[in-house]
């Protein structure tokens, strides 16, 4: 388990919790597989479909465009719009879609990152820089939330109470 003591800078009451265990690895224990590529799949008329069947083509393309071919300029003009977007949809009071470019941007770190594009320094500088937007991202749905006074929230009560 993982306990989430705070999200997006914001502490949770109650603490919540996370089963961290992947359907993935679920499946290779029910399974008793040791690779997620011996996966069943499904099987039809035809065999056995593995996981491996289904997705090891698209790894082997996409960690050869992680690692060897995303253009690097391109990412970090990527990551410069995905922060200002944002910025501008959480202006805006759409928390939800400034979240979405939240994770691009995200997503296009890590492209960075393993392209080895960014120093030890400026790595930092790019995790604070998601960081502080996920903080706002999450402080503007709080705010959203807040002002339609937490419907769900009632919901809750009311199924926890009886």
């Not at 040791?34 to 698209?58: A, C, K, M, R």
């Not at 719009?81 to 994770?103: D, F, H, T, W």
Request: proline share 3%; hydrophobic share 35%; net charge negative.
């Amino acid at each position: 388990f993982t306990y989430f003591q705070q999200v997006g800078g914001l502490d949770c009451r109650p603490v919540t919790g996370e089963i961290t265990y992947g359907l993935e690895r679920i499946a290779m224990y029910l399974q008793g597989v040791e690779s997620i590529y011996d996966l069943v799949w499904t099987e039809g008329p035809q065999g056995t479909v593995t996981y491996g069947d289904v997705f090891h083509q698209n790894e082997v393309e996409q960690s050869a465009y992680n690692f060897e071919h995303a253009d690097v300029d391109y990412l970090f003009g990527q990551f410069d719009q995905c922060e200002k977007e944002s910025r501008k949809l959480i202006e805006l009071g759409l928390p939800l879609p400034a979240y979405e470019q939240v994770l691009q941007a995200s997503h296009t770190f890590n492209l960075l990152d393993a392209r080895h594009a960014i120093s030890v320094t400026e790595r930092q500088r790019y995790i604070l820089r998601v960081r502080g937007l996920a903080r706002d991202v999450a402080q503007a749905y709080y705010d959203a939330r807040e002002r339609l006074g937490f419907p769900m929230l009632e919901s809750a009560k009311e199924a926890a109470n009886g």
